[in-house]
């Protein structure tokens, strides 16, 4: 199934955007490995399995597969098609450690696991502070080494509210396998999963390009939302007065 929908889906993405890759040589052949990607795009998750010749899962949030609609039984038969996991992020310790067993059970099958540190798609393109729980605990847990890896400009070929595609090249940079044995056994050590957090995040940040911020992506949406609401309501209030004089 995996093989299929790769063609069906693959073939079209690279005949339609023709995307770049550098660093393939930096995915081993065969053997476990965690792929930590920045997060810019819906679209990330279909470019970067198109363009690697291995199986790569990732976890994927379970509104995907349960989302309504023609278009929502697409992206629900293509995720199930090429083997994404669910994970259901309603309750954020649920979530997390759903995230950790999977990823664990990928590795222990010598597989391809890829997982977004920022826990969410960027709001802006900028990059956001990785979580430490899910990346750095498997990575400890297991010992497999973790491979950085950049997407360049895959937010602006859909960006919100678009509805037609842009078609344009986007990329995608492979850094070299990050090892973290030195840290054997430690994976409970909060101190010890924010430093494998933050390595991961610097040579992601590298290899991107992107201005680095220092705080969750999910609060940064939150103060997005926050100051679209106030400005929208600042508006609604001068509009009333302009009304009333």
């Known amino acids: ?15 339609a955007f023709r ?46 597969f349960t989302t309504p609609g ?6 629900a038969a293509f995720f199930k098609g ?26 222990e099958r010598g597989e391809l696991f890829g997982i977004y540190p920022e826990g969410t798609r960027s709001p802006d393109g900028r990059l956001y502070r990785g979580k430490p729980g ?18 360049i400009d895959t937010e602006k070929i859909q960006p919100p509210g678009k509805v ?13 396998p990050l090892d973290f044995s030195r840290y054997q056994g430690m994976d409970h050590d909060r101190f010890v999963l924010r430093a494998v957090t ?5 040579e992601i940040m590298k290899l991107s390009g992107q201005e680095y ?3 969750y992506a999910t609060a940064a949406k939150r103060q997005l939302a926050e100051a679209a609401k106030a400005a929208k309501e600042a508006e609604k209030a001068e509009k009333a007065e302009k009304a009333g004089a």
């Not at 970067?48 to 509104?63: G, S």
């Not at 605990?137 to 997407?151: D, H, K, Q, S, W």
């Not at 933050?198 to 610097?202: F, I, N, R």
């Open 198 to 202: 933050d390595e991961v995040m610097y």
């Open 213 to 215: 911020v220092d705080i």
């Open 19 to 64: 995307p770049w890759v550098e660093g393939l040589e930096n995915i081993p052949a065969e053997g476990a490995a965690i792929l930590a990607s920045n997060h810019l795009s819906f679209s990330d998750s279909f470019f970067l399995p198109t363009m690697l010749d291995r199986k790569v899962t990732f976890i994927a949030k379970a509104e995907y």
């Open 1 to 15: 199934m995996y093989g299929t929908m790769k063609v069906a889906i693959g073939g079209p993405l690279k005949v």
């Open 70 to 75: 023609l278009k929502g039984r697409l992206t």
């Open 164 to 176: 037609m595609p842009k078609l344009m090249r986007p990329g995608i940079r492979i850094g070299k």
């Open 82 to 107: 090429v083997g994404q996991l669910p994970v259901d992020r309603s309750g954020a310790r649920g979530a997390g450690e759903a995230a950790i067993k999977s990823g664990i059970e990928v590795l």
């Open 134 to 151: 899910g990346l750095a605990r498997v990575a400890l847990a297991t010992g497999a080494p973790v491979i950085p890896v950049a997407m």
